[in-house]
């Protein structure tokens, strides 16, 4: 059974930040890209980050560049989003995915496997 887990969300004030993780089984880990996507209420969901576990090629959205790190410990299976410097503008769910093959890393119908997400809330 593919599951995708995430956990580390929670409340943070403005300028903090958050490890989010994401736990995957069921499949073949290093042959997939893992990316992050995030919800607020009344938006569309929207790519955050993305990770290539064949070649370790990472791709942020520009609206996180240089705050959120993402990395991937194939040993684990996990991969990770530290989000840094976090702003009101964060505060969403955060999904994250998994995407065999030729995909756009911020295409959500391009991913297979989804997680439940993890709520994020950034105070001001």
């Known amino acids: 059974e593919v599951q995708l887990v995430e956990s580390g969300g929670g409340l943070v004030q403005a300028g903090g930040s958050l490890r989010l993780s994401c736990a995957a089984s069921?499949?073949?880990?290093?042959?997939?890209?893992i990316g992050w996507f995030r919800q607020a209420p009344g938006k569309e969901r929207e790519g955050v980050s993305c990770?290539?576990?064949?070649?370790?090629?990472?791709y942020y959205a520009g609206s996180v560049k240089g705050r959120f790190t993402i990395s991937s410990d194939n040993a684990k299976n996990t991969v990770y989003l530290q989000m840094n410097s976090l702003k009101p503008e964060d505060t969403a769910v955060y999904y994250c995915a998994a995407a065999l093959g030729p995909m756009s890393p911020f295409y959500y119908n391009d991913y297979d496997y989804w997680g439940q997400g993890t709520q994020v809330t950034v105070s001001s």
């Open positions: 069921g499949f073949t880990f290093d042959d997939y890209a």
């Open positions: 990770i290539s576990n064949s070649d370790g090629s990472t």
